[in-house]
């Protein structure tokens, strides 16, 4: 079926630094989220993207955040500067549209490990 | 606030047994509900979704679920379980009312098949 691709399957990277964490979605879909997973903990919901806007964005989207997708390459989050409780794995989803029945398409995910 | 509980952190059967994963939801509304399950390095894969009509609702690789609103439950089955089953299985709920589908996670269910 189809994948949902994201680079690079770990970073580490020193507390204060930038990363960006890149997703390859689906080619003909519309919608993008990134989602947030702790450690032992449930993955959350960071933020959704469409039309070259952020639509909707939770509380542990903070503001060192950012995301964009440039002329529909990849899917980017950005964290600039990452602090420690940025540790965590991040997952990309992508959907074509449909509404909130539609599939989320997921990503195997990014381990951010901040030093 | 929604929420999604999966009181079980970690279910051990052996091959050929039947099986059932819980699933417990808080949300004022019907929600979309959705079972999905993620294999090693791999992300997430739908197995199967409800919104509405009947409570039992047929997925992939001969997984169910039965909605129940009474209990505010969505619980996964499987008549027989194979080896291959062994994974992460998650169950989410997307609220009726947001645009967006943002899925809201319980923290997953660590199924180990034993031969």
């Known amino acids: 079926g189809p994948k949902v691709l994201q680079i690079p399957s770990h970073q580490i990277i020193d507390m204060g630094q930038m990363v960006t964490l890149n997703c390859d979605p689906v080619?003909?879909?519309?919608?993008f989220y990134w989602y947030k997973q702790i450690l032992g903990q449930q993955m959350e919901f960071l933020v959704n993207?469409?039309?070259?806007?952020?639509?909707?964005k939770s509380k542990l989207f903070k503001d060192q955040f950012s995301v964009e997708r440039p002329d529909g390459s990849y899917f980017t989050l950005k964290i600039q500067p990452t602090a420690l409780e940025d540790s965590a794995v991040y997952f990309c989803?992508?959907?074509?549209?449909?509404?909130?029945?539609?599939?989320?398409?997921f990503g195997p995910g990014t381990r951010l490990t901040v030093l | 606030a929604q929420s999604v509980t999966q009181p079980d952190a970690r279910v051990t059967v052996s091959e050929g047994a039947s099986l059932q994963l819980r699933c417990k939801y808080s949300?004022?509304?019907?929600?979309?509900l959705f079972w999905y399950v993620q294999y090693p390095r791999q992300g997430l894969q739908l197995l199967l979704k409800y919104y509405s009509g009947d409570p039992v609702v047929q997925g992939v690789n001969s997984f169910e679920a039965e909605f129940s609103k009474s209990n505010s439950s969505f619980h996964l089955q499987k008549a027989s379980v194979h080896w291959s089953d062994s994974a992460v299985y998650f169950c989410?709920?997307?609220?009726?009312?947001?645009?967006?589908?943002?899925?809201?996670f319980g923290k997953g269910t660590v199924l180990l098949v034993s031969p």
């Open positions: 080619s003909n879909h519309l919608y």
């Open positions: 993207f469409y039309n070259g806007k952020v639509m909707e």
């Open positions: 989410a709920l997307s609220m009726s009312h947001s645009g967006y589908n943002k899925l809201t």
């Open positions: 989803a992508s959907r074509k549209g449909g509404g909130n029945y539609a599939e989320q398409f």
């Open positions: 949300y004022s509304a019907t929600p979309y």
